[in-house]
C-alpha cells in the first residue's frame, strides 16, 4: 500500500527544513497535501506520517491499548543523550507503564499545589533584579525561574554550592544544544564526534558527565541520611515503589530528573516568554487581565490562581498559537489503518502534528491571531486542542506546568508593569528540541 502523499525533494532537504524552521515546512506541506502527508524528518530517515484532523488524532491517542498502534520507546531515542535509556519517554510495554505509576503521584492535588509559595517567591527574586534603566532579555529571566522552580522544587535543592553549580551547569548544557549546529548532532548520530571540550559534541559530554556526578551525589547523600519530612519531587519518587515493592534504582532516578528538567525547564521558559509577550502585544488582553487580578484578593494564595477564568484562557491560547511540543511521540501501526481514506500498512511511523491540530480555522477562526475569548467561549476536545500531547504519552509534569505558568505570570502582572522595548519582528525559532520566539527585550515601567 503506498503511503500518504509527501514531498519529492530528497529525504536530507527535509531534515535540514525541519531542523532550521519546523513551523515552516509543517504550514507548506499541509497546504500542498492536506491533513494526511508523508516526510522524511525521523533519525533514522524513515517516512514518517504526520496528522492533524481531529478524527485522526483521536484515532492515534485512544488506540494504543487497543493495539492498534505501539508506542515504542526507541522511537524517541533522539532524546537519549540528554535523558539516559530509564527515562520514561524511552521506555515501552510494562516497563513504561510501571515508570508513569511511579511518577504520577508528586504532581497531583495538593502535593502540588503546595509548591505555590516557593514559585512565586523564586518570581518575585528574579524579578528585583531587572533594571529600570535599561531594557532587558525576556527569555533569560523566564528560564532563570524556571530553572530555580526546578532546582528547588524537584530537586529539593537550597542555595549553596550543588545549587549554584547545577544551576550554571543545567543552563550552559540547553543554551548551548539550542542553535541548529547542535541539534543536528541529535538528528544524525554520525556528527557525535568527541573532539575534545571545545568541539560541540564533546562540550556536550564533559557538561552532561559534570551534571551526572552532582545529581547522584545528591542521591547518595538523601539515600544516606533520608529525611521523611521533604516535600520536593526526587524525595517522593526516592520512597516510591512500583507493584512488586521496588524503588527507583539510582539510574532510574538520574534519568527521570533530566527528564523532568528538560520537559519542565525549556518548554515552561517558553511558554511564559510568548504569554507576556502576546499579553503586551495586545493591550485589550492586557487590560482585561489586569481587572480580572485586580479583583483577585490582595492577598491571595498563590494556588487560587489556577482557578482565574481568563488567566487560564491567556495561558491556553499560548500553548494554541505556538505549541512548545510541537509533535505527539510517534506510534507504529500494527494492523492496516485508515487516516483521511487512506490506508496505511503496518510498520509505518505515524505521528499527531500538535501544530496543525492547533491552527484549524473551522475549529480556532483566524488561527494566526491571539485571541484568549477562545477558551471562554469554546469547548474543546483533547483531539483539538492538545499542547501536553495524549494517550499514553501525555505529559506527566502537565499540571504542575500550567500551575507554574498561571503562579508565575499573576505575580509579574500584580506586581510590575513592562513593556515590549523595539525589537526584530518576533518570529518563532528552532531551539533545541522544541521552539520558542526570537528575541523579545522588555522594559519596567517607572
Known amino acids: 500500500m503506498p503511503l500518504p502523499p509527501g514531498p519529492k525533494t530528497p529525504a536530507l532537504l527535509q531534515m535540514a527544513h525541519w531542523i532550521l524552521n519546523p513551523f515552516s515546512l509543517m504550514d507548506r506541506y499541509a497546504q500542498a497535501y492536506g491533513d494526511c502527508f508523508t516526510v522524511r524528518v525521523a533519525q533514522n530517515m ?3 506520517v504526520f496528522l492533524s484532523h481531529p478524527q485522526d488524532l483521536q484515532l492515534l491517542l485512544t488506540q494504543d491499548e487497543a493495539k492498534l498502534f505501539d508506542t515504542p520507546g526507541e522511537l524517541n531515542d533522539l532524546f537519549e543523550p540528554f535523558l539516559g535509556p530509564q527515562s520514561v519517554i524511552a521506555l515501552s510495554g510494562d516497563r513504561h507503564r510501571r515508570m508513569r505509576q511511579l511518577m504520577m503521584p508528586p504532581f497531583h492535588g495538593e502535593r502540588m499545589r503546595s509548591y505555590g509559595h516557593l514559585i512565586q517567591e523564586i518570581t518575585e527574586t528574579v524579578m528585583q533584579a531587572w533594571p529600570l534603566d535599561r531594557t532587558f532579555p525576556l527569555r533569560e529571566s523566564m528560564q532563570l525561574i524556571s530553572m530555580r522552580v526546578i ?3 524537584v530537586f529539593g535543592l537550597a542555595e549553596g554550592p550543588r545549587y549554584q553549580q547545577l544551576e550554571t551547569l543545567l543552563g550552559n548544557l540547553l543554551n548551548n544544544m539550542s542553535n541548529p549546529i547542535s541539534v543536528s548532532l541529535l538528528y544524525f548520530p554520525v556528527l557525535r564526534q568527541d573532539w575534545g571540550s571545545l568541539s560541540p559534541w564533546g562540550r556536550f559530554v564533559r557538561q552532561r558527565q559534570a551534571i551526572n556526578d552532582l545529581i547522584y551525589a545528591e542521591i547518595a547523600e538523601r539515600r544516606s541520611h533520608p529525611d521523611a519530612n521533604r516535600s520536593d519531587i526526587l524525595s517522593l519518587l526516592m520512597s516510591a515503589r512500583d507493584e512488586a515493592g521496588n524503588p527507583m534504582t539510582d539510574a ?22 510568548w504569554a507576556l509577550y502576546w499579553i503586551h502585544q495586545n493591550p485589550p488582553v492586557r487590560t482585561q487581565l489586569l481587572q480580572e487580578l485586580r479583583e ?22 499560548t500553548l494554541r498559537i505556538y505549541p512548545v511540543g510541537m509533535l505527539t511521540f510517534p506510534r507504529v501501526v500494527r494492523s492496516p489503518v485508515t487516516f483521511m481514506g487512506q490506508t496505511v500498512d503496518p510498520g509505518t511511523v505515524v505521528i499527531g502534528s500538535i501544530y496543525l491540530a492547533h491552527r484549524r480555522p473551522e475549529r480556532y477562526p483566524q488561527p494566526n491571531q491571539f485571541d484568549p475569548d477562545r477558551f471562554l467561549n469554546e469547548q474543546f476536545s483533547p483531539f483539538e486542542y492538545l499542547p501536553f500531547g495524549g494517550g499514553n504519552r501525555r505529559c506527566v509534569g502537565m499540571a504542575f506546568a500550567q500551575f507554574e505558568m498561571k503562579v508565575v505570570l499573576g505575580t509579574i502582572l500584580r506586581q510590575c508593569e513592562l513593556a515590549i522595548a523595539e525589537t526584530p519582528p518576533v518570529k518563532p525559532q528552532r531551539r533545541g528540541l522544541t521552539a520558542g520566539p526570537t528575541l523579545i527585550r522588555m522594559q519596567v515601567q517607572a
Not at 534519568?255 to 517558553?270: F, N, R, Y
Not at 482557578?307 to 495561558?315: G, Q
Open 46 to 48: 524513515k517516512p514518517m
Open 151 to 153: 532546582l528547588s522544587a
Open 252 to 273: 532510574e532516578l538520574r534519568d527521570e530528573l533530566m527528564t523532568l528538567l528538560l520537559a519542565g525547564h525549556e518548554t515552561t521558559a517558553t511558554a511564559l516568554t
Open 296 to 317: 483577585f484578593a490582595s492577598n491571595p494564595d498563590p494556588s487560587d490562581l489556577f482557578r482565574l477564568p481568563y488567566l487560564n484562557a491567556v495561558c491556553c491560547e
